[in-house]
C-alpha cells in the first residue's frame, strides 16, 4: 500500500511538472508597473519568444510555467523599455567621433579642446559640437579669427548646441565656396562690416556640410554601435531618429537583420526630394526591430540661435523675428504630397508663428482623414488661440529638458508675457491633446532619460534650481511622464500594440532600475540608475 501511494505521488509532481508550459524567461518578485489601460501593477511575468507570455503574481507565474531563465527581481522595479521619442541617434554616434563641446564655458575652452582633440587625431577636417554662447559670460556669438589664426590650412566647422548654427573656420568657408555674395534663404550667413564672421545658421549650413569628407560604412557602423550602447545604458529599447536619410536607414536594417544592431528605430526620414521621390509610392517599411514611415520637416530654426520664426520681434534683438526654413506654399506642397501617401508627417516648429503654419496646415489636411497622427516636433512656443488644434490626430512632440536647458534665457528671447502664456507648455498640450510624447533631442541634450522624468516632474535643474520649479503648472504628474515616456510615445509612433506597455503579446522590452522612480525622492530622480535592460527578453545591458 506504501508503495502505490509512493508511485501516486511521484506520478502527481511528474504530471504537474510537465503540465507547466515552458517559457523562455521568468522574472518574479518585481514591482512592476505595466503601463497597461488600467495603470495596474504585477508581481511577475513570463516571456516566450521574444514576447510576453503572461503577467500576474509571482505564485501564478511560477504555479504554471516554467523558465530555461528566472530572475528574482528582489523586490526591485520595473517598467516598459523606455521609448525616447525624438533624438538624434545616429548623429549622437558620429559626435563621439568630434570634438566634443558639450560644457565649454568660453570661447577660450572650444579653442583649447581643438587643439588637444588634433594633438591627437590630426584630422584633415575637423568637426564638433555642443558650444552653447548662452552658457559664457560674453553670450555673443563667436567669430572665426582665432581659428583661422592656428588652423589657416585645415577646415573646421562646429555645431552649436541644438543644430542650428554653425562656426566655421575660413578654410571651411573657402572648402564650401562661401563669400560674402553667397545667396541664400532661410537662416543667414552672418558678416561684421562686410567681412564674414564664421557663423551660419540654419539653411546655409547645408553648403558647408555638403563639403566635408563623408563617414564611410565603418564610421557609420561605429557610429550605430556607439549609440546604440549608450542609449540601453540609459534605459531606451526604441529610439526616435528624427531626420536620417535612406543610406544610414539601409545600414540599420542590414545590421538589425544580422543581429549586429539590436536597437528597435523608428525612422523619420529626412525631407529631401530623394529620400521623399524613394519612400512615398511605396508601402511604408516595416520590421520588428525598424519602422520607416514617417517624413520629417524642418519648419524654423531654435530659440537660443535666434532662428525660431515668432509671430512678434525678439524680446532681445529689435526688428528681427527669426525665420520659416522654407517657404510656406512649399512646406504645404510637401504636407500636401505625403498625406497623399500613408507617411505621418512630423514637423520640427519652435516659435509661434512657426507653430501656428504647421498646426493650420495639417488641420485643413487633416480634417477628414483619421488616425494619421501627424506629429509637432518641439511645440515650443504655441500662441494661445492656436492650442486647440492639437488632438490624438495632431501630436505633440516635446522634450522636457528643452525647458530646465532654456530658462536661464528664454525670457530674454521672448519677454515675461509671451513666455507665460504659451512656452513649454507641456500641461496644456497633454490636456489638449490627451497625451504627448516625450524625448530628449540628444545630443542636443543629454540622453538621460532621468533627466527627461526629472524636468518633466520637477521643471528644475539638477543644481535644485528654480526653487519651486520653472512655470511649475506645466509640470507632469510621474505617471503621466511614464506614459510619455512609454505607451504614448509608442502610439505616436503607431506601435502601441506591440510595445510601450508590459501585456501579454507585446516585446518583452522592460528595465529594472536601482529604485522606484514613482515613489523616490523628487530630488533623487536624476541619479536613478539602470539594472538592466532586456530586449525581446534578451539582456542587453
Known sequence: MRKIFTMLFVSVILFSCDSKQKVDLIVTNAKIYTVDEGFSMAEAFAVKDGKFEAIGTTSEITSAYEAKETVDAEGKAVYPGFIDAHAHFYRLGLQQQMVNLVGTKSYEDIVA????????NNKSYITGGGWDQNDWEDKEFPTKDTLDRLFPDTPIALSRIDGHALLVNQAALDKAGITTETPFEGGDIEQKNGEL???LVDNPMQLIFDSQPKPTEDEMTEALMTAQKMCFEYGLTTVVDAGIDRKVIELMDSLQQHNDFKMRIYAMISNTEENLNFYLDKDPYKTDRLNVRSVKFYGDGALGSRGAALKEEYSDRHGHFGALLSPVETFKEVAAKVAKSKYQLNTHAIGDSANYVVLKTYDSLLKNEADRRWRVEHAQIVDEGDFKYFSKNIIPSVQ????????YWAEDRLGEERLQEGAYAYKKLLDQAGLVALGTDFPVEQVSTFFTFYAAVARKDTEDYPEGGFMKEEALSREETLKGMTIWAAYANFEESEKGSIEKGKFADF????????????????????LATYLNGEKVF
Do not use: C, Y
Not at 113 to 120: A, D, G, H, N
Not at 400 to 407: I, N, V
Open 400 to 407: 522636457p529638458t528643452h525647458a530646465t536647458s532654456d530658462m
Open 113 to 120: 579642446r581643438i587643439v588637444e582633440f588634433q594633438q591627437k
Open 511 to 530: 528595465i529594472m532600475l536601482d529604485n522606484d522612480i514613482m515613489e523616490v525622492e523628487e530630488s533623487e530622480i536624476p541619479n536613478l540608475k539602470v
Open 197 to 199: 564672421t564664421g557663423i
